[in-house]
């Protein structure tokens, strides 16, 4: 318990209002003490009013008379007279005499301790002035020990209420912090926790909300570092696999190059009427080399922003992607459909998830064509209590294998002749950013049948359903 926060919280309040109650104690017990001296004075004035009112008492009513005022003698100073009024035999002498008419604090203080850590019975003389004016000074002796046990006994009640004030203090103060500062600070614990399980998941990290100003300056600069380092962290995995494709790209981009200019060479040095056919071929070489070293240098340059998150119509943007891909059909026999719930809607970066369904509806829509053959592509939704589902089906010829073996590695999971692998790379990395996934469901000759989900979750999902082994049969 001492090792937390709250534990030693608890602790140092109790030690400081302990402290603070002993430096109230000390002043106060000599406060006491001078009341305590000063009641006596006041009862002694008191019994000596009895022998002013009849000069002559008995003994037995002058002891009495003593014994309630708790002194041994009274004597009055009156019309510059000194006169005992009661007197009783002392049993010891008088060790000291402490005048109350005029005590500095300092002095009342020290007096006040010396008595309190005294244990000998001893007999004081306390001089001090009458009340109402009743003569010029009052003296009075009187025994130390029921002083001191009186001092004891209110400094005893003294520190039982001290450690009650210090306990509840304590407590009140530690439920205070607790909900203003400890919650907050095992919030952001929780939020860190959460980001280092996923950091490229995006809406892990931390969106400032606490009240207190020095703890939201924490969390903004919480989320500085939090979004920082997802930028590095898809930079470096950008960089390392574009490092280990690096001598494959430089492979290929050598060979077209060379057929290239092969081609221009050819057509520099001869007349031949059919360069005229082979000069298309030089365009679509070059192209074809500039292509692969525009996708490649876009790969690394990993500026993907993490998502902005809306509620958008899922049916409205899936038909924007499909009147895109009907423009490119040309003559090719491809149709497209749309099978998304009307009213369905979706948090997600509408921007990016665009992105996604058209490179999965481009990938589907080329492989129909490369295969000259009629078919459909359909887009489909659902939705459970946990995450949003997205289908994107064709009637294709399927995967081959090489492709599905690397189908999400850059550079490698390409499917078609002259494609970079980069498309299906950088869908799966924007997915993973909405702390989703996208995986192929299946693929065979009757088609293919790509399966995004989005999770509904605050970011506490580790990770998005996995498919059923029914779900990955080849259809």
């Keep these: 318990m001492f090792n937390s926060l709250s534990g030693r919280l608890i602790v140092l309040t109790i030690i400081f209002v302990m402290i603070a109650e002993i430096l109230i104690f000390v002043p106060s017990i000599a406060r006491f003490r001078e009341d305590y001296m000063m009641n006596r004075l006041e009862r002694a004035q008191i019994a000596s009013l009895a022998l002013l009112a009849d000069d002559m008492i008995d003994r037995e009513l002058e002891a009495e008379l003593l014994e309630n005022a708790g002194v041994f003698n009274v004597v009055l100073r009156r019309d510059q007279v000194r006169q005992l009024m009661l007197a009783s035999d002392l049993p010891q002498p008088i060790s000291q005499t402490y005048d109350m008419r005029d005590n500095s604090a300092i002095l009342l203080i020290r007096d006040a301790l010396t008595r309190f850590v005294s244990p000998e019975n001893e007999v004081i003389r306390v001089i001090g002035a009458p009340v109402r004016d009743a003569g010029l000074l009052i003296e009075i002796t009187m025994e130390t020990a029921p002083l001191r046990m009186a001092m004891i006994d209110y400094g005893i009640r003294i520190l039982i209420l001290s450690a009650v004030i210090s306990i509840v203090t304590a407590s009140l103060l530690f439920v205070a912090m607790r909900a203003l500062l400890l919650k907050p600070i095992k919030a952001v614990v929780g939020h860190m926790q959460n980001y280092a399980a996923a950091p490229e998941d995006a809406r892990r990290i931390i969106t400032p909300s606490a009240g207190v100003t020095e703890l939201r300056e924490a969390e903004e600069a919480l989320q500085t570092l939090e979004t920082d380092l997802t930028q590095a962290l898809r930079q470096k995995d950008r960089l390392a696999q ?136 359909s887009v489909g939704g659902r939705e459970d209590d946990s995450a949003w589902w997205i289908e994107v089906t064709d009637t294709g010829p399927g995967l081959p294998p090489k492709a599905q073996e690397h189908l999400f590695t850059p550079f490698q999971g390409g499917a078609r002749k002259g494609g970079t692998g980069l498309g299906l790379a950088i869908s799966a990395e924007l997915i993973r950013g909405h702390g989703g996934t996208l995986q192929l469901a299946s693929t065979g000759p009757e088609g293919t049948r790509f399966l995004i989900c989005l999770p509904k979750g605050d970011g506490t999902l580790t990770v998005a359903p996995q498919l059923t082994q029914s779900e990955r049969t080849p259809v």
């Excluded at 056919?277 to 490649?296: F, N, Q």
């Excluded at 943007?317 to 491809?334: F, K, N, Q, T, Y």
């Design 242 to 377: 574009l490092g280990s494709a690096v001598s494959k790209v430089s492979h290929d981009l050598r060979n077209i190059l060379t057929t290239a200019q092969l081609f221009t060479d050819r057509i520099e040095m001869s007349e031949d009427p059919a360069v005229k056919r082979m000069a298309p071929k030089l365009v679509g070489s070059i192209t074809r080399a500039v292509h692969l070293c525009e996708s490649t240098l876009a790969f690394g340059k990993a500026e993907e922003p993490s998502p902005t998150l809306t509620v958008l119509p899922l049916a409205d943007l899936v038909e924007e992607v499909i009147e895109s891909e009907r423009l490119a059909i040309g003559e090719a026999d491809v149709s497209f459909a749309c099978a998304v719930p009307f009213a369905m809607t979706v948090r997600a970066d509408p921007e990016q998830l665009y992105r996604v369904l058209a490179n999965l509806l481009r990938n589907a829509r080329q492989a129909l064509i490369a295969a000259a053959r009629p078919g459909e592509i």
